[in-house]
């Protein structure tokens, strides 16, 4: 992240002149459960979103993107939020019984 802004600055006429936007990315440094329940404690409706590489009207639940949902939403709770390929496999990996 830093190398990144300080090429921002170092390419930019904004950036040569010292006034280069900041970047800022605060989920960073976040695990993607410390994501979800921060999303779920700002009463974010994540039960209407998904993240999937098939780009279906559905989420898959087997590509890594779903898989990574799937699994931190099983590990803050909300495994109803989940697919059922994601809490079977969560499951499975776990020895859980969501």
Do not use: W
């Not at 998904?50 to 559905?58: D, I, K, R």
């Not at 898959?60 to 990574?68: F, I, K, T, V």
């Not at 495994?79 to 809490?87: F, H, M, S």
């Amino acid at each position: 992240m830093a190398a990144f802004g300080q090429l921002a600055n170092l390419s930019s006429q904004v950036g040569l002149e010292g006034k280069a936007p900041k970047l800022v990315a605060p989920l960073v440094k976040d695990s993607k459960a410390d994501i979800v329940r921060r999303a779920l404690q700002l009463g974010v409706s994540i039960q209407e979103t998904y993240s999937c590489y098939q780009g279906e009207e559905l989420p898959c639940g087997l590509c890594d993107s779903c898989r990574l949902r799937d699994r931190a939403l099983c590990e803050v709770g909300r495994p109803d939020l989940a697919t059922q390929i994601g809490r079977s496999i969560y499951n499975l990996e776990t020895g859980a019984s969501h």
